[in-house]
C-alpha cells in the first residue's frame, strides 16, 4: 500500500512566505527537489520547512530530499545527516 491516498495531491504549498516544492497535508510530507547541490544549503532548507509545518500542523512530517547531484563530499556529509535524523 502507497503512502498517497487515492484522492491525494502532492501540490506546492507556502507557509509563512516559505515554498515547499512537494506538499502533502495527510500523510504529511515535505519534499524538496533541485537539480545540485554544492554545499548544505538545499538540507538547511528543508529543515526549516519541516519546522514550519510541524508548528502548523502540530506533527512530524515525513521529509525528502531530493538532490540530483552534488559533489561527494556533500552527497556524503547528507547522507550521515539523514541516518542520525531517523
Not at 526549516?48 to 512530524?60: C, D, F, T
Amino acid at each position: 500500500m502507497g503512502l498517497i491516498p487515492a484522492d491525494g495531491e502532492l501540490k506546492n504549498m507556502a507557509i509563512d512566505g516559505e515554498e515547499i516544492n512537494i506538499f502533502l497535508e495527510n500523510p504529511l510530507i515535505v519534499r524538496e527537489v533541485t537539480s545540485h547541490a554544492e554545499s548544505l544549503e538545499e538540507l538547511e532548507k528543508l529543515l526549516k520547512k519541516v519546522e514550519l509545518a510541524k508548528g502548523k500542523y502540530g506533527r512530524e512530517p515525513m521529509k525528502y530530499l531530493i538532490v540530483l547531484t552534488a559533489p561527494a563530499s556533500i552527497a556524503d556529509e547528507m547522507r550521515e545527516r539523514a541516518k542520525k535524523a531517523t
